[in-house]
């Protein structure tokens, strides 16, 4: 994503020198009054400045410079957003999955004593539709159960499945 802002900065760069560049030789302002114009128009905040065009041609490039301005900025803008929104939602999905793996742990947990037994977790996994044979549950259990001491913590148990 570094790469794909540098971009958008650079392309926004890119059209704001243009738009500076082109106001100053169509209408021969200072490069100040024409970078200043070239935002004002870019943006289209409402041309709040004394300052007018001179030329037809001046006017022409606006309304091209303006769209084009719409497009590189709206462009900008949805890259960032999109950006985002894909952080977000993927903290989203990480939080709700921790939510759902700790409801189901504490819903399995029948003793409440905070680590599933082998018969606990075989009972979570036929509730959840998974009805292993023992070689298969075994390979399961002795997967989740890191520190070999017979029991599931939740801690093993998070972000196994």
Not at 17 to 39: D, E, M
Not at 54 to 60: D, L, N
């Amino acid at each position: 994503p570094r790469s794909l802002y540098v971009t958008c900065f650079l392309v926004v760069l890119i059209w704001i020198a243009t738009g500076t560049i082109s106001y100053a030789a169509l209408n021969g302002w200072p490069l100040a009054t024409s970078f200043f114009y070239a935002v004002d128009a870019g943006m289209s905040v409402g041309f709040c400045t004394e300052v007018a065009e001179r030329t037809v041609t001046s006017r022409a490039f606006s309304i091209g410079y303006i769209l084009v301005g719409a497009s590189v900025v709206g462009g900008a803008l949805g890259v960032f957003m999109a950006d985002v929104m894909e952080g977000v939602s993927r903290a989203i999905t990480t939080e709700w999955r921790t939510t759902l793996e700790r409801d189901a742990f504490r819903a399995a947990d029948a003793d409440g004593d905070g680590y599933l037994t082998p018969s606990e977790l075989r009972t979570l996994l036929l509730r959840s539709g998974y009805d292993l044979d023992d070689e298969r549950f075994d390979l399961v259990f002795r997967g989740l159960d890191r520190v070999e001491d017979g029991r599931v913590s939740i801690g093993e148990f998070s972000g196994a499945f």
